[in-house]
């Protein structure tokens, strides 16, 4: 498997314009997370996704800030408008859900991130 | 979730054991002790979970006391490679997945 991918890896954009980041998660599992990491605020989780259904967004930072899943090998993040204090590492990850009772769903495989430099 | 708190930095000398040892004194019964592991400019990697005693993997190993209120990660024989942020977490068996990282123990191996 080709691991989580995530597009694009490097974005510089102005202030202003909209930013649509993109991830492909593992085929199979059925979690989807965004995350945003910056020196300050270490790794922050925006939102997840089960079965293609938001079920946590109360980690995203305010109303410019979206998530889409529209199947289950896609999902989106949007800026609109992106604002300079938005460039982070951005980075999705995907987990399976594990049917013996032994183990819990905890093992989440990140994709590379998105470096997002907001000018 | 229950709160974690482990050091923010430790250095060490290749070919050294390396402990880095998390308090969680607030993990509940069904919390399970989970450790990642972020390479610069990577994404974080899983790399160790248990819930008591003793857990041993390829990577490193976990020791968790009978309270469970502490969990120590070892990484025998540590080289250059090492080098990276560790992040100790607890999480329930079931339920909420979503994962607080905090801010990591960054393990800077020294040549």
């Known amino acids: 498997d080709a691991g989580v991918i995530q597009s694009p890896r490097h974005e510089v954009t102005e202030m202003g314009q909209e930013v649509t980041l993109r991830c492909k998660p593992i085929?199979?599992?059925?979690?989807l997370f965004w995350y945003r990491q910056t020196m300050m605020r270490g790794l922050e989780l925006l939102i997840y996704?089960?079965?293609?259904?938001?079920?946590?967004d109360s980690g995203m930072p305010e109303d410019r800030f979206s998530a889409k899943m529209p199947n289950a090998s896609f999902s989106t993040l949007k800026i609109q408008p992106s604002e300079p204090r938005d460039s982070a590492v951005y980075f999705c990850?995907?987990?399976?859900?594990?049917?013996?009772?032994?183990?819990?769903?905890?093992?989440?495989?990140f994709g590379p991130g998105t470096r997002l430099t907001v000018t | 979730l229950a709160k974690t708190t482990q050091p923010i930095s430790m250095d060490s000398y290749e070919g050294q054991e390396v402990n880095i040892t998390c308090s969680h004194n607030?993990?509940?019964?069904?919390?399970?002790i989970t450790w990642y592991q972020q390479f610069p400019s990577q994404g974080p990697r899983f790399i160790i979970q248990?819930?008591?005693t003793k857990v041993t993997n390829e990577v490193a190993s976990l020791f968790i006391p009978a309270d469970r209120k502490s969990s120590t990660l070892s990484l025998p024989r540590v080289s250059l490679s090492d080098t990276a942020v560790y992040y100790c977490?607890?999480?329930?068996?079931?339920?909420?997945?979503?994962?607080?990282f905090g801010t990591g123990t960054r393990l800077t191996v020294i040549p």
């Open positions: 607030n993990i509940a019964t069904n919390d399970y």
């Open positions: 085929s199979g599992h059925d979690y």
């Open positions: 990850a995907s987990s399976p859900t594990y049917s013996t009772p032994l183990l819990s769903s905890y093992e989440q495989y």
């Open positions: 996704f089960n079965n293609n259904v938001p079920i946590d």
């Open positions: 248990g819930y008591k």
């Open positions: 977490l607890v999480v329930p068996k079931t339920g909420a997945n979503n994962l607080f």
